[in-house]
């Protein structure tokens, strides 16, 4: 896929990703809905608001195409619904896909229920700590585990590692510090590794992360 240099509208967003009308109508809904909790729950940067469709919705729809054919979909600390509610509506046509949001913040919980209500989207919400979840068996072998700006690698490789089967891959969203990140996690951790450009910046990185495994003869 080529980078675009705006992703501003719903338009500009069903060009870059060709999706259906009933698949951005859904989006939209989706922001409409975020706008109106945010006033009593803080789901994204204030500061943010203004550039939804490139900031939060094109990061997050980006992550489909890297994963195509998974039908299992694990969201480490979903907040304000990205990448995983964004994934849901889009693979909402699609037989037999599931997206599970694991989400310790019972407000933020309840926004992520309404939209996926409002949406239909397939998406299973998990109001708990990633611990708990990963002890009760949430989602085991997930196809995909993804992440966005909840923690360094190192702890996400921590969190994630529960949900893995032998073809799982992780995909996490990272900004600039992202090369430090994966040095640092390579001192516990050994693991396959691709790097893709994200779309929505230009410091934006994309870490797909497969067969970990912690490093017993490195730093623990």
């Given at each position: 896929?080529?980078?675009?240099?705006?992703?501003?509208?719903?338009?500009?967003?069903?060009?870059?990703?060709?999706?259906?009308?009933?698949?951005?109508?859904?989006?939209?809904?989706?922001?409409?809905?975020?706008?109106?909790?945010?006033?009593?729950?803080?789901?994204?940067?204030?500061?943010?608001?203004?550039?939804?469709?490139?900031?939060?919705?094109?990061?997050?729809?980006?992550?489909?195409?890297?994963?195509?054919?998974?039908?299992?979909?694990?969201?480490?600390?979903s907040g304000g619904g990205f990448p995983a509610l964004v994934i849901a509506i889009?693979?909402?046509?699609?037989?037999?896909?599931?997206?599970?949001?694991?989400?310790?913040?019972?407000?933020?919980?309840?926004?992520?229920?309404?939209?996926?209500?409002?949406?239909?989207?397939?998406?299973?919400?998990?109001?708990?700590?990633?611990?708990?979840?990963?002890?009760?068996?949430?989602?085991?072998?997930?196809?995909?585990?993804?992440?966005?700006?909840?923690?360094?690698?190192?702890?996400?490789?921590?969190?994630?590692?529960?949900?893995?089967?032998?073809?799982?891959?992780?995909?996490?969203?990272?900004?600039?510090?992202?090369?430090?990140?994966?040095?640092?996690?390579?001192?516990?951790?050994?693991?396959?590794?691709?790097?893709?450009?994200?779309?929505?910046?230009?410091?934006?990185?994309?870490?797909?992360?497969?067969?970990?495994?912690?490093?017993?003869?490195?730093?623990?």
């Amino acid at each position: 896929m080529q980078r675009p240099a705006k992703i501003e509208t719903a338009a500009d967003f069903a060009r870059t990703f060709s999706v259906s009308h009933e698949t951005v109508e859904k989006l939209e809904l989706y922001e409409r809905l975020l706008i109106k909790w945010q006033k009593a729950v803080n789901l994204v940067a204030p500061a943010t608001i203004s550039l939804l469709w490139q900031r939060h919705f094109a990061d997050s729809a980006q992550l489909v195409k890297l994963a195509p054919g998974a039908k299992t979909w694990v969201d480490l600390g979903s907040g304000g619904g990205f990448p995983a509610l964004v994934i849901a509506i889009m693979l909402a046509n699609q037989r037999e896909c599931e997206v599970h949001l694991i989400e310790s913040n019972a407000r933020k919980c309840a926004f992520l229920s309404e939209v996926a209500r409002q949406t239909g989207a397939p998406a299973h919400v998990h109001n708990m700590r990633i611990a708990d979840a990963a002890a009760k068996g949430v989602a085991q072998a997930a196809d995909v585990v993804t992440a966005r700006a909840l923690a360094p690698l190192d702890t996400l490789m921590e969190l994630a590692l529960p949900f893995f089967g032998v073809a799982s891959v992780a995909l996490f969203l990272k900004g600039r510090e992202a090369g430090v990140e994966v040095a640092d996690a390579r001192k516990r951790w050994i693991f396959d590794l691709k790097i893709h450009p994200s779309i929505s910046g230009t410091e934006g990185q994309i870490l797909e992360i497969g067969k970990p495994m912690l490093n017993q003869g490195g730093e623990q």
